[in-house]
Every structure is written in structure tokens, then in C-alpha cells.
């Protein structure tokens, strides 16, 4: 069954560091997205990337933030000057379609540890 | 502001019992609902999903019922087993409005006891 990549599983970093969480999407999937999930909160949106371009972002969304699809398989976030309060799980996501039911396959993850 | 809740943080169950997972919406134009299921180390998998011309869609073990008029989710799954231990969310989004991005509630920890 095809599912959707993300590395690494686990970074560590210091605070001010940048990161850089990588992710391959479903290979026919063509809307992708980040949350994250701190930890013992639910999952929030923090934006979705369709046709090379952002189409939506949240409030936590800010400037520290940005996404790239570099080449044609892989989809990433990078985070410019990490705080403490990133500490999050990091998911992405994709799906086929951005409208009607709009259902996201999840990857397994990336846990950011800022120290 | 419009928000999705869960009524329950924790529910514990013994093997072989039903469970119900419930859920509260106030975005009354949600018209989409899907339930997420979340083992631990892994990501939110899709359970099922409702739309809101509906009140109840079964799959396989799982039901989902969906009142309107109290704006209420709830998931139901039949003879839980252990390997249904997960955190559960329900997720909402609006099939027109131009967002169609699935909003999520804060999750319910189900533990089946064997």
C-alpha cells in the first residue's frame, strides 16, 4: 500500500538551530500538507502546497517557517531560527484530491526535540 | 471561535466490549467529517468518514453517527479488540468555502484491556 515518507524520525536540536524535515508524498498525490502535534495536544494544520505554490497556511504558520518540493518526489519543511516551543511531533501529509472528501494519508512522523 | 472537541480524553475498555468515542463540532458549516485513527509512533490513519446529508455510515467493525441538530460525532466500534488501542480523532472539513482542510479535535486515548 503506498504511504508517505518522512525523515528523520527523531531530530535533535538547539534552539536557534535551523531544521530542515523532509517528506515523500504519495507518488499520484498532488495537495500536501504539514501539521504537528504537541506532545498530548491534537494535530494542527500548519499549511498545505499544491502546484508548487502554498494554498493555505494557519496562524502558526509564520516567517521562521517555510516549505519547498525541490524535485518531484520530495516536500519539506524547513524551520529557520528553532525555539523551545517547536518541540512538536511533526506529520505531513498528502491527498489526491482538495476538494469534496478530502481524505489525508498521514506519514508516521518526525519528532523535533529543541534544546 | 468555531472549534472540534472530544467529550472524553480517556476511555478504557475490556476485549470484547463496544465502545463509543464522541465528538462535538460547532462549525455549523462542516459538512464533512472523517475519524482518524493514531497508533502510537505512527501518524493519524483514516478510519471512516461521513457526510452530513447522512446520520450513519457503517464499515467494518466501525460505525460512525452523526447528529445535526446537536452538532455531535461519535464513533462506535463493535467487539473492541486490543490492537484498537489508539488515540481516535474526528476531524471536520466544509466540502465548499475554498478551505478544504480537515480541522482536528483534541483525540481520545482508547484502552482495551485484555
Known amino acids: 500500500e503506498p504511504e508517505v515518507t518522512q525523515t528523520p524520525s527523531h531530530q535533535v536540536t538547539q534552539m536557534g538551530q535551523e531544521v530542515i524535515l523532509r517528506c515523500v508524498p504519495i507518488s499520484n498525490h498532488l495537495y500536501f500538507y504539514w501539521y504537528r502535534q504537541i506532545l498530548g495536544q491534537k494535530v494542527e494544520f500548519l499549511v498545505s502546497?499544491?502546484?508548487?505554490?502554498?494554498?493555505?497556511k494557519s496562524e502558526i504558520f509564520d516567517d521562521q517557517f517555510s516549505v519547498e518540493r525541490p524535485d518531484g518526489s520530495n516536500f519539506t519543511l524547513k524551520i529557520r531560527s528553532t525555539k523551545l516551543e517547536d518541540s512538536a511531533m511533526y506529520f505531513c501529509?498528502?491527498?489526491?484530491?482538495?476538494?469534496?472528501?478530502?481524505?489525508?494519508?498521514f506519514g508516521a512522523g518526525s519528532r523535533l526535540t529543541v534544546l | 471561535g468555531e472549534s472540534v472537541g472530544l467529550h472524553l480524553p480517556t476511555l478504557s475498555v475490556q476485549e470484547g466490549d463496544n465502545s463509543i468515542i464522541n465528538c462535538a463540532y460547532s462549525?455549523?458549516?462542516?459538512?464533512?467529517f472523517i475519524w482518524y485513527k493514531q497508533e502510537s509512533g505512527k501518524g493519524p490513519q483514516f478510519i471512516i468518514d461521513?457526510?452530513?446529508?447522512?446520520d450513519k455510515r457503517q464499515g467494518q467493525r466501525v460505525t460512525v453517527l452523526l447528529n445535526k441538530t446537536v452538532k455531535h460525532l461519535s464513533l462506535q466500534i463493535a467487539a473492541t479488540q486490543p490492537g484498537d488501542s489508539a488515540v481516535y480523532f474526528c476531524?471536520?472539513?466544509?466540502?465548499?468555502?475554498?478551505?478544504?482542510?480537515?480541522?482536528f479535535g483534541r483525540g481520545t486515548s482508547l484502552i482495551v484491556h485484555p
Open positions: 502546497f499544491y502546484n508548487n505554490e502554498i494554498s493555505e
Open positions: 501529509a498528502s491527498s489526491a484530491v482538495d476538494s469534496g472528501a478530502n481524505v489525508l494519508t
Open positions: 461521513i457526510r452530513s446529508n447522512m
Open positions: 462549525n455549523s458549516a462542516s459538512d464533512y
Open positions: 476531524a471536520e472539513n466544509p466540502l465548499s468555502g475554498g478551505s478544504y482542510i480537515p480541522t
